[in-house]
């Protein structure tokens, strides 16, 4: 993996355990992200206008993706709002590319192999390790995390296909402006214009930058390296979220899930070279 591929992708990782950690943060989470969508996506604009190049064949990549890209952020903020990140982050980034393993051999036939398959169980058994032995009391949140690899892993293979029919910034562009238009106007109709304008900060504006920006990086880093071992070095996200979350002081991270944590990267990373 050349130098410049594995900076790019670390940067990615950095970049999105930090939008996360400033979400996760907030008061309310919804409106939060509500800003950050929008912010993103007109800091941007600019740049994907230079770089246009969107065929007529991509909208229905478009609309899919918008719709669950839409629904992985109403999880995703829902989770933080009831939930720990610390608990939320590892579950959902790792069972994402469990279920693009599982999808890809049972839609497709591909043949997991043993590496993979270690990286299946690697991953299940981190999910346990932060959900907790004992803690048998939350499966709401459980379920929500869960909710939202899925949705990971949905816009995953949708983009997949998508991103051929058009430049990578202009379809990143259609996507987060079609979600951040929905989301925006559903705050809006639930918690009202104050609740938006309360919203505005450096921490959601932030945020906003770098929800688009980790997904950039990791498109500019696919250029350079295989999609594998971006995916592996990506996924390390995890264990800097739960060690920012443990020296910070936001969550009381024991041994046992930061343990959890870094077997859900082992995991991923063993998947994506298998």
């Not at 800003?35 to 996506?41: E, I, W």
């Amino acid at each position: 993996m050349p130098i410049s591929a594995l900076l790019l992708a670390l940067a990615a990782a950095v970049v999105h355990a930090t939008w996360n950690l400033l979400l996760s943060g907030t008061e309310d989470t919804h409106s939060a992200t509500a800003v950050a969508l929008v912010v993103g996506t007109l800091v941007f604009l600019p740049v994907a206008v230079l770089r246009w190049r969107f065929g007529s064949a991509a909208w229905p990549y478009v609309a899919a993706s918008s719709t669950l890209e839409l629904v992985y952020l109403v999880l995703l903020a829902t989770a933080y709002s009831v939930a720990a990140m610390g608990f939320v982050y590892p579950i959902a980034r790792g069972s994402a590319p469990v279920l693009v393993l599982i999808a890809g051999a049972v839609v497709s036939g591909t043949r997991v192999s043993g590496l993979a398959a270690l990286g299946v169980v690697s991953v299940a058994a981190g999910i346990i390790l932060v959900r907790g032995l004992s803690d048998a009391g939350r499966p709401r949140d459980l379920g929500l995390a869960l909710s939202v690899g899925v949705c990971i892993a949905a816009y995953t293979l949708v983009d997949k296909h998508g991103i051929a029919r058009a430049s990578p910034l202009a379809y990143l562009e259609a996507v987060f402006g079609l979600t951040a238009l929905v989301y925006v106007l559903g705050v809006f109709r639930v918690r009202g214009g104050p609740a938006l304008r309360a919203a505005v900060s450096r921490r959601t504006v932030l945020a906003g930058v770098g929800f688009f920006g980790s997904y950039a990086l990791v498109l500019a880093a696919l250029r350079l390296a295989p999609a594998a071992s971006v995916s592996a070095v990506r996924e390390s996200s995890v264990v800097m979220a739960a060690a920012a979350l443990a020296i910070g002081g936001r969550e009381p991270l024991g041994p046992a899930r930061f343990v959890g944590a870094v077997a859900v990267v082992a995991g991923i990373a063993l998947i994506s070279l298998g």
